[in-house]
């Protein structure tokens, strides 16, 4: 038996078609209280169908789900009753002011006159939007757009969050800026947060626990420091002293270690899972006639794992959104 009390969000098989497409296909999640937890995959992974369920938004097909205790399907008001949701793109009214925006869905959910103008008050204030309140939403800039719509999503006072996706687009200062609030949202009000990314170091920095999704499956759990270590693998990382020998070193990497390394500039790096791998890789390259300027060799990044445990590697896109856009 799952303790309802240590797990805000419980998914047991769940199952999702459209059309001959299995968006879900028997996705098993345990969202602890008061954490964040990464949804990890590429686009067409299953994420935001996954999110959807939850949110109420969709039935599945197959499966059980529940909220805070309530089941997403018989009791879907009362998990509506305690969720937040930020999509993927920020829904604010661009014509209405910062305070407009939060006043309005402060009295849409019931709130007072009083209460509405002092929750936006508030949430104005945390997410650092003091000195825009007055300005309509169209005058902000991306970071700005998107805490006012995180904000929006917490003005009914959430137990769970559901952010799909909720930095695309923003430059690195405003990114920061988001994972700062989402810090604070677990570690100071207590929110548990279930966050879906493609982005492999948001989901390192913020989740205390990460699934791995591909094709609709859960295909690895832990913590980042877990899948880390899952591969095994290390990371060989080299570079040629002269560029002109770049092709010839990359032919050879891939051939040894059996993988597409990749390039950025003219550094090439490969996963290298056998001890011996990398003295092969200098010797084959020295009786090629290719000197060195850089060797290195490093425990694996999360995007490595991802490639592993994938075959490709995060940001690869695939058609979840288009597919459920045309079916739902």
């Known amino acids: 038996m799952v303790s309802r009390m240590t797990y805000s969000v419980i998914a047991e098989g769940l199952v999702k ?35 959807r369920i939850l ?13 805070g205790g309530h089941d997403v399907v018989r009791e879907a008001h009362q998990v509506r ?3 937040g949701l930020t999509g993927q793109y920020a829904s604010v009214d661009e014509t209405l002011t910062g305070t407009e925006n939060l006043y309005l869905i402060a009295r849409l959910t019931g709130q007072s006159r009083a209460g509405a103008r002092q929750r936006s008050k508030e949430l104005l204030s945390q997410f650092r939007l003091d000195d825009a309140a007055h300005r309509a939403a169209r005058t902000y800039s991306g970071g700005m757009r998107r805490r006012l719509d995180l904000a929006a999503s ?11 996706e909720p930095t ?41 626990e990460i699934a791995v999704v591909d094709h609709g499956k859960v295909i690895a759990l832990g913590t980042p420091e877990d899948l880390k ?28 270690t059996l993988t ?3 390039v950025r500039g003219t550094t090439v790096t490969a996963p290298v899972t056998a001890p011996d791998l990398a003295p092969a890789v200098v010797r ?13 060799l490093r425990g694996s990044t999360l995007d490595e794992v991802f490639l592993s445990l994938t075959g490709h590697r995060s940001e690869d896109a695939r058609s979840e959104e288009a597919t459920e856009e045309s079916l739902v």
Request: glycine share 8%.
């Open 17 to 51: 078609r459209f059309g001959e497409t299995r968006a879900l296909d028997g996705v098993d999640l345990r969202v602890r209280t008061g954490t964040v937890f990464g949804l990890l995959g590429p686009n067409g992974a299953g994420k935001t169908t996954a999110v």
């Open 55 to 67: 949110a109420t938004l969709l039935q599945p097909d197959a499966g059980q789900a529940s909220v």
């Open 81 to 83: 009753q305690l969720i």
């Open 154 to 164: 917490l003005v009914a006072r959430p137990q769970v969050l559901f952010l799909d």
């Open 168 to 208: 695309p687009g923003l430059d690195p200062f405003s990114r920061n800026e988001v994972w700062d609030v989402i810090r604070s949202l677990t570690e100071e009000e207590g929110v548990t947060v279930l966050l879906t990314t493609q982005y492999l170091e948001e989901a390192d920095q913020l989740a205390s």
């Open 229 to 256: 270590a899952r591969t095994g693998a290390q990371t060989l990382a080299v570079r040629p002293a002269n560029p002109a020998d770049l092709s010839t070193l990359i032919s050879i990497v891939g051939m040894l």
């Open 260 to 262: 597409e390394p990749e």
């Open 284 to 296: 084959r390259l020295d009786e090629a006639g290719v000197r060195l300027a850089e060797l290195s």
